[in-house]
């Protein structure tokens, strides 16, 4: 009996665990924001950027509406083409938004390190990017980022064009060692003159001729695999292995 009561008396002494613990919670603290609110942050910055933006989405909204209620009267159903154009004007407003909230990205980015390859993060389907630029000035921190589509390679610099220029011929006798006939285009992206822009930078990649298919597009990656890419310059006292890139600095966030 003395050792039921032992035992009874060490499970009243060990904490018992609440069904509401604080776990959830630093989970929950930790989740991403739902839509909702993430369309809010986008308002916000756009509105910061672009005071006009907020202008054009409700003259959007309000000339849809307009015109289906003018419709309806016509054709004396106006409830009906009040409720369809009530969504289609919503529709219209959030495509004014994501326009101009790229354009307040892309100003953003502007004179940051890494602008160049966050404006070619925008593209998707065909292309193989590189995150780390594939050449670097240690001096003028000058960089050269690639991307591999149909058109075959293309390189975006950062930095002054003349200052660059160096950077790209190096890199082209480099890559043509062993992509002899592929096609290899620069692009030199910035504000100055003669220099694209960074919202225009992804559009200039599109419209490049295309040159290879889908699957030397992968052959033309793994050859270039075999070159390495340039790294960037790290300070003392930081271990290699475990440096990673700010990607929120380089997209401008």
């Known amino acids: 009996m003395a050792k039921t009561s032992n035992s009874s008396s060490n499970d009243d002494a060990k904490p018992k665990r609440s069904l509401f613990s604080r776990k959830p919670k630093a989970d929950k603290a930790t989740k991403e924001p739902g839509r909702l609110k993430q369309l809010g942050q986008v308002f916000q910055m756009t509105r910061r950027n672009d005071p006009n933006a907020v202008w054009w989405m409700v ?14 009267l016509l054709i004396n159903n106006w409830i009906t083409t ?17 326009r101009r909230a790229e354009r307040a990205a892309f100003k953003q980015l502007e004179g940051k390190p890494g602008a ?22 240690p001096r003028t921190q000058d960089l050269v980022f690639r991307g591999i589509g149909r058109p075959g390679v293309v390189l975006v610099t950062e930095g002054p064009t003349h200052r660059v220029r160096p950077l790209v011929d190096a890199e082209r006798r480099r890559m043509g060692r062993v992509l ?8 030199y992206a910035g504000s100055a003159e003669g220099q694209t822009a960074l919202g ?11 040159a290879i298919n889908k699957q ?3 052959a033309v990656d793994l050859r270039l ?9 790290i300070p003392k006292g930081i271990d290699p292995n475990k440096a990673r890139p700010d990607r ?4 401008g966030r």
């Open 82 to 98: 009040l409720l369809v154009s009530i969504p289609l004007g919503l529709l219209a407003a959030l495509l004014i938004l994501s």
């Open 248 to 251: 929120r600095a380089m997209r």
């Open 200 to 210: 225009e930078v992804a559009k200039q990649m599109k419209k490049l001729p295309k």
């Open 180 to 187: 002899p006939n592929v096609p290899i285009h620069v692009i």
């Open 59 to 72: 003259l959007a909204f309000l000339g849809i509406v307009a015109i289906g209620l003018v419709v309806g």
């Open 116 to 137: 160049a390859g966050a404006a070619m993060s925008v593209l998707r389907r065909g292309w193989i990017l590189t995150e780390q630029p594939v050449a670097v000035s």
């Open 225 to 233: 695999s075999t070159l390495g890419s340039a790294k960037l310059p």
């Open 216 to 218: 030397e597009v992968h």
